[in-house]
């Protein structure tokens, strides 16, 4: 996921990627401590997928409110 792909979506669209991370995020999770899944380095990208995401949320909502991005 690219930043600048994300930045097209709206909030609701976040919010859904969000929740769809979190849970592959947590299947992810769960398989490794089954032993089902032995790459534990799937973990870290998806972490930061959510917190691009959850940053970019942010970001929208404070520019909606008529924050100023540069001050």
Known sequence: MKSS?????SEKELKDL???TAKELEDVVTD????KE?????????????ARLKT???????LSKGGNINA
């Open 32 to 35: 490794v401590i089954k032993g």
């Open 5 to 9: 792909d994300l930045r097209n979506k």
């Open 38 to 50: 032995k790459n534990i380095r799937k973990i870290r990208p998806l972490k930061k997928d959510i």
């Open 18 to 20: 969000i929740q769809k």
């Open 56 to 62: 970019l949320l942010s970001e929208k909502e404070f």
